[in-house]
């Protein structure tokens, strides 16, 4: 439970948003002023995974070493366990306590190889509580100032055409003496520019595109590029609906017309988790029988067989669910992330088949000359 609550502790998330938002992002837009085919939080994402991914490859590498190890164990330690089960029988407190004395000989540990696993899927709710934060901290920070922009444009068109008085720092009142009559009109008049003001600025400072998606903090989906009040409220906070509608109406219409995305970011993930059940398959038969618990009988062992089997296809499912439904800058972060694990996990394997293959030249050659 504590484990739970440290995933999804605010705090954490905030600290992992303002890194990625405020200062990671801030640094990448200084690069250029110019971002139109892939905006600059596009590239912070990508970045930003790169880092994380380079930083926690170490442990990843490791769990992959321990997995060899226990898996070669467990080949040395096979006769004696098959030997230990069929003395014990039924007996499986007996049938336990043999296997860890076998365990505890050939220097055998589960925990190496699950504690890296672990601490992946803490970084994955970390990350992506972190995205979320990300999110909000956007939001926010671009309706404030669009609607700042919607209010002077709007207050500075009634003033000028006498609708309005202005008051210096103060809210400016209603003119008593302006002709009411063509009161709808400069209204109509003052909305327009005001629009026409809130798209240019979004437009300059804050627009975040990534080639096909509009919106990448939108999903890359079916969803509205610009968010309605009711899906705006889970990012903003203390939002006036009415108020959000009027600021933000110009933006709807010029690009609510479409789809934000077309689904293929999600699409890339689901495909690269499928691919990575294969191309991972000797390492996860390796993990699978470095989690093999003392006492385990040969059809417990086969039932947890199958259930990792089901597990590594249900994941894909889940991966893709996240990648649909949420912002496309964390649907970019899961694609580079696997698209990173799958290049690493070839390296590795390309390594250890090499290095099998020398392992047993070497083993058949020495016992050829023997």
Not at 2 to 13: G, K, T
Not at 62 to 76: D, F, I, L, S, T
Not at 112 to 134: D, E, H, Q, R, Y
Not at 270 to 276: G, K
């Amino acid at each position: 439970m504590d484990f739970i609550n440290l995933l999804s502790c605010q705090a954490l998330n905030d600290a992992i948003g303002e890194l990625i938002y405020k200062y990671l992002y801030g640094w990448v837009q200084t690069w250029s002023n110019n971002w139109e085919l892939i905006g600059a939080f596009s590239v912070t994402t990508i970045l930003f995974t790169v880092f994380l991914k380079v930083l926690v490859s170490p442990l990843d590498i490791w769990q992959k070493v321990v997995m060899r190890k226990n898996a070669k164990k467990m080949e040395e330690m096979k006769p004696e366990l098959e030997k230990i089960q069929k003395q014990c029988g039924s007996n499986r407190e007996l049938l336990a306590q043999k296997q860890r004395e076998v365990y505890k000989k050939h220097k055998y540990s589960m925990f190496g190889s699950c504690l890296p696993l672990i601490v992946t899927m803490a970084v994955f709710f970390v990350v992506f509580g972190g995205f979320n934060s990300a999110v909000k901290l956007h939001s926010q920070k671009t309706y404030d100032a669009l609607k700042t922009e919607y209010y002077t444009v709007y207050n500075e068109t009634m003033i000028d055409r006498g609708a309005l008085i202005a008051q210096g720092d103060a809210a400016p009142v209603e003119n008593p003496n302006f002709d009411a009559s063509k009161k709808a009109e400069v209204i109509a008049e003052a909305k327009t520019l005001a629009g026409e003001a809130t798209i240019a600025l979004y437009d300059k400072e804050y627009k975040e595109s990534f080639i096909w998606i509009d919106n990448i903090f939108a999903g890359d989906n079916w969803d509205d590029p610009i968010m309605d009040a009711a899906d705006a409220q889970k990012n903003i906070s203390n939002l006036d609906e009415v108020e959000y509608n009027a600021v933000m109406k110009a933006l709807s219409v010029k690009y609510n017309v479409g789809w934000n995305g077309y689904l293929v970011l999600p699409i890339l993930v689901l495909l690269l988790n499928v691919a990575s059940i294969f191309i991972n398959k000797p390492m996860m038969n390796q993990q699978q029988q470095a989690s093999i618990a003392p006492g385990q009988t040969e059809e417990q062992q086969k039932a947890q067989q199958s259930q990792s089997k089901i597990m590594q296809y249900i994941m894909p499912i889940m991966m893709f669910v996240f990648a649909l439904f949420y912002s496309a800058a964390f649907t970019l972060y899961m694609f580079v992330n696997m698209l990173f694990s799958i290049v690493l996990n070839l390296v590795y394997t390309i390594i250890t088949k090499k290095k099998d293959d020398a392992e047993r030249e070497y083993k058949l050659s020495t016992t050829i000359k023997k």
